[in-house]
């Protein structure tokens, strides 16, 4: 099992390194696991592109595991009303 390990900062000019690292890690094995506990901001563009891998694994029968996850990571998906697709991820 690897581990994609997420930036402190997730925004807009993170979200191109970000997408081939997931798209690698998605490439191996329909279950990718993140860990974000290093993260401090993030983004719309970033969660829009989490939510995307999030679809494109459930299209083939995988999932996300959210192995760590920072307060702010956290916050984010609060903020955003998105809170159950978080908690998914951590289950």
Known sequence: MSVTVLPPRLDL?????????????AADAPVTHLDASAVDSIGTACIQLLLALDSSLS??????YLDASSPAFTEAFQ??????????WQA
Do not use: F, T
Request: hydrophobic share 50%; glycine share 10%; charged share 15%.
């Open 13 to 25: 000019a993170a979200a191109q390194p970000v997408l081939c690292a997931l798209k690698a890690a």
């Open 79 to 88: 903020l955003l009303g998105l809170q159950s697709i978080h908690d998914r």
């Open 59 to 64: 299209a083939r029968g995988g999932r996300i």
